[in-house]
């Protein structure tokens, strides 16, 4: 099974001082919260280091949280766990299983100039995104299931156009992996993908600040 939990932190910082959110951190991760210049960041990155110990603990891995390390491209790890988190404007989401390595994906959907984002896509999903009746929507739907699938397997995101990423199915091999799909609904406004080495059942639960 897979956990997931997440929050809106949309209009957190007029609710509660960041000192406040921070106080059941880590005190490295205290003063990397104030390094953020832009409080919608660290109000993000607060948030998000709250749900994993919420994950940990629910898991009885609290003992664990401030041992929590980081891969070459930034993924977070832990013995005896694996887990993901992602963020976008208004929203954190973090995943956790003990049985399979997971990645996550959210993002909020915005109108873009795509022309700007044809290299992180094969000629083939390029093509796929030029032909949809909604082109954006393809986009965004590309879009978080590779890099999903780039935080499972620990690359980076250089590595996105290397990942030809099927729109119309929720599978692939790739390199030897069985990678699934699963889109997560968070409502209109966003885009996610839940990437896994086997169908799982999903668990939400919304935690409130």
């Given at each position: 099974?897979?956990?997931?939990?997440?929050?809106?932190?949309?209009?957190?910082?007029?609710?509660?001082?960041?000192?406040?959110?921070?106080?059941?951190?880590?005190?490295?991760?205290?003063?990397?919260?104030?390094?953020?210049?832009?409080?919608?960041?660290?109000?993000?990155?607060?948030?998000?280091?709250?749900?994993?110990?919420?994950?940990?603990?629910?898991?009885?891995?609290?003992?664990?949280?401030?041992?929590?390390?980081?891969?070459?491209?930034?993924?977070?790890?832990?013995?005896?766990?694996?887990?993901?988190?992602?963020?976008?404007?208004?929203?954190?989401?973090?995943?956790?299983?003990?049985?399979?390595?997971?990645?996550?994906?959210?993002?909020?959907?915005?109108?873009?100039?795509?022309?700007?984002?044809?290299?992180?896509?094969?000629?083939n999903e390029w093509e796929l995104i030029n032909a949809s009746e909604n082109?954006?929507?393809?986009?965004?739907?590309?879009?978080?299931?590779?890099?999903?699938?780039?935080?499972?397997?620990?690359?980076?995101?250089?590595?996105?156009?290397?990942?030809?990423?099927?729109l119309h199915s929720d599978s692939l091999f790739f390199q030897g992996t069985?990678?699934?799909?699963?889109?997560?609904?968070?409502?209109?406004?966003?885009?996610?993908?839940?990437?896994?080495?086997?169908?799982?059942?999903?668990?939400?639960?919304?935690?409130?600040?």
């Amino acid at each position: 099974m897979i956990q997931i939990y997440w929050a809106k932190t949309e209009g957190i910082e007029g609710k509660m001082a960041l000192t406040e959110l921070i106080k059941d951190l880590p005190a490295d991760m205290q003063q990397r919260a104030f390094r953020y210049k832009i409080p919608e960041a660290a109000y993000q990155f607060a948030v998000g280091r709250n749900l994993i110990r919420l994950g940990l603990e629910q898991l009885g891995m609290e003992s664990q949280f401030s041992k929590m390390q980081f891969s070459e491209n930034e993924k977070p790890f832990l013995d005896g766990v694996h887990f993901n988190i992602s963020h976008t404007g208004g929203l954190v989401v973090c995943a956790f299983s003990k049985e399979i390595e997971i990645g996550i994906d959210i993002e909020k959907v915005e109108t873009k100039d795509l022309n700007n984002f044809d290299s992180f896509f094969t000629d083939n999903e390029w093509e796929l995104i030029n032909a949809s009746e909604n082109p954006l929507h393809s986009f965004y739907q590309l879009w978080v299931k590779k890099e999903s699938a780039i935080k499972l397997l620990g690359m980076s995101l250089k590595d996105l156009n290397t990942i030809d990423t099927p729109l119309h199915s929720d599978s692939l091999f790739f390199q030897g992996t069985k990678l699934f799909w699963e889109a997560l609904d968070f409502g209109n406004e966003y885009c996610c993908s839940i990437c896994t080495e086997s169908p799982q059942m999903i668990h939400y639960s919304q935690i409130k600040f």
